[in-house]
């Protein structure tokens, strides 16, 4: 069973920066598997964020986060990171990291609140 455990979210003003943090608890094969954020805004479906390639030489990114938003990950720490830039109110929501889709591995959620 893997473990996934995000942490960073928080209270920010519009414009202002936030950085998540995800770990995994099993060191075996994290440096194989798409990693990928996702968040779920009240009253909505949960939408993709970013999803970086296992050798992180690849990341995808959502159109309304585009420029503004970036994916890493460290496979050393077993770590994905999602560095969140010019946050606007629409952000507002759980975020989620996950490994392997839908049907995959999903951490508890951290949420980021972006309001003045």
């Known amino acids: 069973q893997v473990q996934l455990t995000e942490s960073g979210g928080g209270l920010v003003q519009p414009g202002g920066s936030l950085t998540l943090s995800c770990t995994a608890s099993?060191?075996?094969?994290?440096?194989?598997?798409?990693m990928g954020w996702y968040r779920q805004a009240p009253g909505k479906q949960r939408e993709l964020v970013a999803t970086?390639?296992?050798?992180?030489?690849?990341?995808n990114y959502a159109d309304s986060v585009k420029g503004r938003f970036t994916i890493s990950r460290d496979n050393a720490k077993n770590t994905v990171h999602l560095q969140m830039n010019s946050l606007k109110s629409e952000d507002t929501a759980v975020y989620y990291c996950?490994?392997?889709?839908?049907?995959?591995?999903w951490g508890q959620g951290t949420q980021v609140t972006v309001s003045s």
């Open positions: 996950n490994r392997g889709g839908s049907a995959g591995y």
């Open positions: 099993r060191s075996t094969a994290f440096s194989i598997y798409v």
């Open positions: 970086i390639t296992p050798g992180g030489d690849s990341t």
